[in-house]
Nanobody, 128 residues
Framework: QVQFEESGGDLVQPGGSLKLSCEAG????????IGWYRRTPEKEREAVAC????????????YYVDSVKGRFTISRDDAKNTVYLHMNNLEPEDTGLYFC?????????????????WGEGTPVTVST
């Protein structure tokens, strides 16, 4: 059974940090591009960060939406079938439900279209 288990969401003050985890079950996520998405009051679904699959390199191909560049980092540990989202200098505008998805192509992740498997999400709240 294909599934994702997201964790790490929490309430944090502006300027704080969180590390989200997305653990895949039922398939080998190393072959897939993995994306972190978020749902906010303003946007139903926004691709926040994506990482390409099937790359054996210390510098994988990644994508970030402009609003998180320099603050968020996506990484993967294929031995653990897990993808992470390191979030620093969080802003209230980062508040939302964060969920991960797997697809065959990085371009699908970036375009927010054609992803195969979806998780249910972990909530992030940035507030004083």
């Amino acid at each position: 059974q294909v599934q994702f288990e997201e964790s790490g969401g929490d309430l944090v003050q502006p300027g704080g940090s969180l590390k989200l985890s997305c653990e895949a079950g039922g398939f080998s996520s190393s072959f897939y591009a993995i994306g972190w998405y978020r749902r906010t009051p303003e946007k139903e679904r926004e691709a926040v960060a994506c990482i390409k699959g099937e790359e054996r390199t210390s510098s994988p191909t990644t994508y970030y939406v402009d609003s998180v560049k320099g603050r968020f980092t996506i990484s993967r540990d294929d031995a653990k079938n897990t993808v992470y989202l390191h979030m620093n200098n969080l802003e209230p505008e980062d508040t939302g439900l964060y969920f991960c998805a797997a697809g065959f192509y990085l371009t699908d992740c970036v375009k927010n279209y054609g992803m195969e498997y979806w998780g249910e999400g972990t909530p992030v709240t940035v507030s004083t």
